[in-house]
């Protein structure tokens, strides 16, 4: 795509001027570049808890090319008499960085620099047009892997029948996905003191109506209530890398990006291959976005809501679709995904969220090609 291709928006335009609304976002978007950016994610981390048989596991940007990211090289260097190896995780593109220490280094510093180089471009589908007979198709197998239900994201019952309801009498796939994608911006909200990214539990959302948490758990429940409706969908884990360039302060972060990370999701549609959703970052632009607490009907959101059905804003990067993550050599359950750096010794599992004894910083910033 060039650069009049992408974010063009005519659907975003046509839907948001009729009405005089979100004019200033919609041109903003037009004039995005669409070229390929470079980028440098630098994890540095020290496991200060005591224990011994010390084990990191830092998600790192997936390792295949797709059309909105490439040319992923990761390096590591270790201190403390430590050791590390690039492992991809069975059964999905989860890749990481798998670092331990021996049992002598328990009192010397242990800490290892992480470093991803990698490309990215702004992504869009123009779901205006007619399905396209040479859109790239996605394999049987991987499309039934992502209709199956996960530990936090089952596919019967309440969600199940949540999810007949908000599709009934629709036909297809784009239409069963958008009428999810409307549900779900309009019956969660983002609570601002969720812990990290939230869990992703949309059993417990549904059956308490809880339906306020962060972007794993309302990703998660669009991509649950996608595959409720035979919609082949996933969520995609990644972290921010750089401002946004929409005008969205709260869509964007540079240099110091340890709490950036950023959960986001995507659905399969013959003739138009994976189309990217952010339901998430509508419910963050009305909460975060100044004057902060928008309504629905702000131009902000109204431009962020469609514009955010069939794009991505590439200032971000992903590193999986993994979920139920066994995480290599752990002797421990798996994880529910892995987008933030996860460690244990045999005391057992280190928060990843706790600064005091899982010490970890993370910078981006943009590089030459």
Known sequence: MDRRDFLRLTSVAGALSAGGLGLEQVARAAELDSGWRTFE???????????????????????????????????????????????????YDVQTVVAQWPDGAADAQRSVTITSRFQTRDRRVDLSLPPNRRAPRESRETLRRYLQPTALLPTD??????????????????????????????????????????????????????????CADISAVFVA???????????AYGIRVADSQLGY???????????????????????????????????????EEPPRNLPMDNPQVQAARVMLFGSWEMNWVAYNHGHDVSLPGSLLPAVPFLMYPNGETRAGRIDSLDADDFRYRIHARRVSA
């Open 225 to 235: 209530l996608s595959r409720a409706a035979g919609v082949p969908a996933r969520d």
């Open 157 to 214: 019952g309440i969600v199940k029948a949540t999810s007949d309801q908000i599709t009934r009498g629709l036909r297809g796939n784009v239409a069963k996905a958008r009428a999810i994608y409307e549900w779900v911006v309009d019956n969660t909200h983002r609570v601002a003191d969720t812990p990290g990214c939230g869990l992703g539990d949309v059993r417990y959302m549904l059956v308490t109506r809880n339906m306020g948490g962060k």
């Open 249 to 287: 302060k709260s869509l964007g972060k540079s240099g110091d990006v340890t709490h950036a990370q950023h959960c986001r999701a995507e659905f399969y549609a013959e003739g138009y291959g994976w189309v990217p959703v952010d339901p998430a970052d509508v419910r963050k632009v009305m909460l």
């Open 41 to 91: 994610l630098v994890t540095e981390i020290q496991v200060r808890d005591p224990g011994k048989q010390a084990r990191v596991w830092v998600p790192v940007p997936f390792a295949q090319n797709t059309g909105y990211q490439r040319n992923t090289q990761t390096t590591w260097q270790v201190q403390g008499q430590g050791t590390a190896a690039l492992v991809r995780v069975p059964g």
